[in-house]
């Protein structure tokens, strides 16, 4: 096994506890549990092969494992369905640590594998949540991770395109919707934009495409008292900030991500700390 940690280091130039990360994870093992009862037979070490060819290829081992891990919950992953980030994942502390009220209805714009629904729907149990997406297989994805966590009676899945088909009026939209600006997607890493779903990504000149349609629609959408809540790119707060000033007379929010930078858009009745 150690041979096997030492050439996944050399091949994709990584550290070896990085390179037995991943052995673990293809291995559906510990990462130490790796050099206990290390035989593999020959069966075991072809597929570990495959799969190792692939992450080499650039594939995401999400998509190779069928798993990622969001919080706290271990999610399945379908190939082509947005992988969720760790920056996500701080934006579901952000929409809890600056909402300061209880939600009784949430609108999810662009679900992908569910996991920010699945997120919000075990900080605000009470809430009923609708969850979109355009891709049929996002659907399938987010339909077996909110089955796997017994939330099919609080969240309803719709596929459609934004808002199209839905009624009624929600006290909180969230949406990591599709925000690198066009011109940047070249320079995405490989696993990203060879494999990563484009629909789910590109956000269009100057990456605000579908933010803009996300806060003109939604605020048609949104209960008086409402918040609208979503992830942006840092570089586009100065194209937004002049948008709203023709666009919305709602006070809104610029927030930061873990490294600094601004990620979160708030809309509308947000918790303001006296820091800010």
Do not use: W
């Amino acid at each position: 096994m150690k041979e096997i940690v030492k050439q996944v280091s050399k091949d994709l130039e990584i550290s070896s506890g990085e390179a037995e990360l991943i052995v673990a994870s293809l291995l559906e093992k510990p990462r130490f549990g790796i050099y206990f009862n290390n035989k593999l037979d020959m069966e075991t070490k072809k597929i570990l092969n495959m799969k190792l060819i692939e992450l080499k290829n650039g594939v995401p081992i999400e998509y190779i494992t069928k798993k990622v891990q969001f919080l706290n919950f271990l999610l399945c992953i379908y190939p082509g369905v947005f992988i969720p980030r760790l920056e996500t994942e701080y934006f579901i502390e952000m929409i809890e640590k600056f909402t300061n009220f209880c939600p009784e209805k949430i609108l999810e714009i662009g679900t992908g594998a569910g996991a920010i629904c699945i997120a919000l729907a075990t900080i605000f149990p009470k809430a009923k949540i609708i969850a979109t997406d355009i891709s049929q297989n996002a659907i399938d994805c987010a339909l077996e991770n909110i089955e796997r966590y017994n939330l099919t009676e609080q969240i309803h899945l719709l596929h459609c395109n934004m808002f199209e088909g839905l009624s009624g009026k929600f006290d909180m939209i969230v949406s990591n919707p599709p925000y690198i600006p066009h011109s940047r997607l070249k320079s995405l890493p490989k696993s990203v934009k060879h494999f990563e779903p484009i629909l789910a990504i590109n956000g269009g000149e100057g990456g605000i495409q579908f933010i803009k349609r996300l806060i003109l629609q939604g605020k048609d959408y949104l209960n008086p008292g409402g918040q609208i809540a979503i992830e942006i790119d840092e570089t586009e707060v100065k194209i937004l900030q002049k948008f709203f000033e023709t666009n919305i007379s709602t006070p809104f929010y610029f927030k930061k991500d873990l490294f600094g930078r601004f990620r979160y858009l708030f809309i509308g009745n947000c918790k303001v700390l006296d820091s800010e």
